[in-house]
Nanobody, 120 residues
Framework: QVQLVESGGGLVQAGGSLRLSCTAS????????VAWFRQAPGKEREFVSG????????DYADSVKGRFTISRDNAKNTVALQMNSLKPEDTALYYC?????????????WGQGTEVTVSS
């Protein structure tokens, strides 16, 4: 099993920055891909950004490209999402998702979410 804990959410003014962290624990050796999703009230959950556990490949949704940066720490058990130039439309509950290698079962795990609120 893998456990994910998100942190770093909060209230910030438009144009400001936040840094979200997703820390994985448990059996993390088979994690292949870590992604951030977000869900605003009344909307479907959407992909924000993702990174391979190696850190060599990164993905961004068009809505955040150029403003958000995803990265991993040296211990390779934490993925961060640096969010700059925040907009009110970025307000949502942000979730961390970890995916295992398909050869190891392809299991997926979700964190509890951290709330981001951007005021205008």
């Amino acid at each position: 099993q893998v456990q994910l804990v998100e942190s770093g959410g909060g209230l910030v003014q438009a144009g400001g920055s936040l840094r979200l962290s997703c820390t994985a624990s448990g059996r993390t050796l088979n994690i292949y891909y870590v992604a951030w999703f977000r869900q605003a009230p009344g909307k479907e959950r959407e992909f924000v950004s993702g990174i391979t556990w190696s850190g060599l490949a990164k993905d961004y949704a068009d809505s955040v490209k150029g403003r958000f940066t995803i990265s991993r720490d040296n211990a390779k058990n934490t993925v961060a999402l640096q969010m700059n130039s925040l907009k009110p439309e970025d307000t949502a509950l942000y979730y961390c998702k970890a995916s295992e290698r398909s050869s190891m079962g392809g299991y997926e795990y979700w964190g509890q979410g951290t709330e981001v609120t951007v005021s205008s």
